[in-house]
Nanobody
Framework: QVQLVESGGGSVQTGGSLRLACSAD????????MGWFRQAPGKEREFVAQ????????VYADSVKGRFTISRDNAKNMVYLQMNALKPEDTAFYYC????????????????????WGQGIQVTVSS
């Protein structure tokens, strides 16, 4: 089991950037695929990005492709989400998530696949 804590959220204007970080407190961090999800008020939690245990495979939701980048540092038990060219529709609570997986290639995931979740952090993009 890993415990996850997000940081780096906040408020930014349209076109700005933010970098979210997620620290994992637990053993065998490199046995987990890591993901980012988000949930806006009144909406379902949606997939944003996923990264394989090795860091060599990533996948993104169409809505963020080309603007967001997920990465990880297994030596530091950290995963990141670099968010550029932010839009008001990116406003949401963002969650870091983990699931045990040694899959070399990752695909679009659903929230139900993940077993460990952080508390979430607010990202607000104003126009």
């Amino acid at each position: 089991q890993v415990q996850l804590v997000e940081s780096g959220g906040g408020s930014v204007q349209t076109g700005g950037s933010l970098r979210l970080a997620c620290s994992a407190d637990g053993r065998a961090f490199n046995s987990y695929a890591m993901g980012w999800f988000r949930q806006a008020p009144g909406k379902e939690r949606e997939f944003v990005a996923q990264i394989a245990w090795s860091g060599r495979s990533t996948v993104y939701a169409d809505s963020v492709k080309g603007r967001f980048t997920i990465s990880r540092d297994n030596a530091k038990n950290m995963v990141y989400l670099q968010m550029n060219a932010l839009k008001p529709e990116d406003t949401a609570f963002y969650y870091c998530a983990a699931k045990k997986s040694y899959a070399a290639v990752v695909r679009t995931a659903t929230a139900s696949e993940y077993t460990n979740w952080g508390q979430g952090i607010q990202v607000t993009v104003s126009s």
